[in-house]
């Protein structure tokens, strides 16, 4: 299975930008998919946005369309996930997961995906 190492969480005022980071070691030759993933207090985990690996195509949650991008590295082995106009709402523990089986789809649920990070914090001052 593959190693995945979350950075760049923090503390930031509401309208400022953060870039997260995913650390990819081990396998990685076969990831077909990576996704971020974010999780508030006493709030089930939830989808934020996807990147399929064999053409690129991305998928966002609804609310974060337009203020934030995902895009990968593949020599680095590093996921990305640019952040800006952050809002209160946005405050929560930020996941990084791949997926090593094949797919073209981009998937968008919990348990579609292998690997996952230990989180990183973002809280999101107003």
């Known amino acids: 299975q593959v190693q995945l190492v979350e950075s760049g969480g923090g503390l930031v005022q509401a309208g400022g930008s953060l870039r997260l980071s995913c650390s990819a070691s081990?396998?990685?030759?076969?990831?077909?998919?990576m996704a971020w993933f974010r999780q508030a207090p006493g709030k089930e985990r939830e989808f934020v946005a996807a990147i399929v690996s064999i053409h690129g195509n991305t998928d966002y949650l609804d609310s974060v369309k337009g203020r934030f991008t995902i895009s990968r590295d593949t020599d680095k082995n590093t996921l990305y996930l640019q952040m800006n106009s952050l809002k209160s709402e946005d405050t929560a523990v930020y996941y990084c997961a791949a997926r090593q089986s094949f797919t073209v789809k981009v998937k968008t649920t919990v348990n579609e995906y292998d690997s996952w990070g230990q989180g990183t914090q973002v809280t999101v001052s107003s």
């Open positions: 081990g396998p990685s030759f076969n990831i077909f998919a």
